[in-house]
């Protein structure tokens, strides 16, 4: 099918309505101000961890229709209530943590892919830092090449993993993830599962023996 057909524009528009969609001044009005529940001493912790390494990044915003959205369709999909609605890295070689607000994060939403800052990301309920459990540095470099290489795609309203020319948020990690010389044997586990479910979402990630878990905040 062609993704320029009129009423794929349409789904792109309804979604970007739900995308936008929250209830954040509602919780802000209960919770000091402040609309997310990460404290400044969690991001202090994620600073440190962003400076010296890159990571896939699971994030859950309370707040959101569109976490809710994600959590009963991946009910559907797999029987399991998801801890996490979102999943992207950081892409940047910045090695000092007291320059946080340069870290450069890439992720895919509605509006495609693209960079986004450190509180664009972290202005949330929980978070999640893993890594590869079986690949070199000089692998991962060649993960984040394959990120960088989809800026500016278009985003999947679809989820449709067969695309390369529009990403969601887990299909531009899976994507990147694919550009590692030994992905088959690397990620072998994480192949099984998605062909198991028939696609793939963020928990995922944390589900899957090929990744692991490096740091957990929940509020």
Known sequence: ?????????????ITGIFSRAHWKNIRALFNGGIYYDLKEEDLDKIRTYLSKSYFIILTYRKAHLTTWMIAVLTFIKTGKWQKYSHVLMNVDNESDEMLWNKFKLIEATNKGVHYSTFMEVFDCDAVCLLQPSNISQEELNYVIE??????????DDLFDLSDKTRVS???????????????????????????KVGNLTPQMYLDCPDFKKILEIRR
């Open 146 to 155: 394959g990120l960088l290489n989809q800026h500016g795609y278009h985003y």
């Open 169 to 195: 948020c887990v299909e531009l990690v899976l994507n990147a993830l694919k550009k590692s010389p030994n992905y088959d044997t690397d990620f072998a586990e994480f192949d099984k599962m998605i062909n």
């Open 1 to 13: 099918m062609s993704y320029e057909s009129w009423w794929y524009r349409i789904l792109h528009k």
